[in-house]
């Protein structure tokens, strides 16, 4: 009994289709993230002049250091670099989804309008209709 609950849940339409997104989504997060490190940001490099963001930090205690692994060893560090780093590639990935859902958002909208182009003329031709029928009768 266990065992036919168990087959009926695993294999509904929803939960494969949650399989499926997990599995597209990590594997489209993997793309983001090789569009965020291999093309765009060497090209940000370029334009800042070669600035590595990662290593630049604010240390608050102990001997001053070079490095920001070093320094977060010998104190308290903020490391704002990391901050603008991951500040920018959450910008770029947040415009890269902002382009793709706007494509498929247009995609949907050309498949709905055609769809309805392909209604609209029975439908008129109905409308038509009931416009006859109502002009020819008297009141």
């Known amino acids: 009994m266990m065992l036919k609950e168990f087959k009926k849940f695993a294999l509904k339409g929803n939960m494969i289709d949650l399989a499926i997104g997990v599995i597209i989504g990590s594997t489209f997060g993997g793309l983001v993230n090789s569009i965020v490190n291999d093309i765009l940001m060497p090209v940000i490099a370029l334009i800042?002049?070669?600035?590595?963001?990662?290593?630049?930090?604010?240390?608050?205690?102990?001997?001053?250091?070079?490095?920001?692994?070093?320094?977060?060893?010998?104190?308290?560090?903020?490391?704002?670099?990391?901050?603008?780093?991951?500040?920018?590639?959450?910008?770029?990935?947040?415009?890269?989804?902002?382009?793709?859902?706007?494509?498929?958002?247009?995609?949907r909208h050309s498949d709905e309008k055609e769809s309805k182009e392909k209604i609209l003329p029975h439908t008129d031709k109905l409308l038509m209709e009931i416009r006859d029928i109502l002009s020819n009768k008297k009141y």
């Open 48 to 107: 800042t002049g070669g600035i590595d963001f990662s290593n630049m930090f604010l240390q608050l205690a102990g001997q001053p250091q070079t490095t920001l692994s070093a320094a977060r060893q010998a104190g308290a560090t903020i490391a704002y670099g990391n901050f603008i780093t991951l500040l920018i590639n959450f910008l770029i990935i947040a415009l890269v989804l902002f382009i793709i859902v706007k494509a498929l958002s247009s995609l």
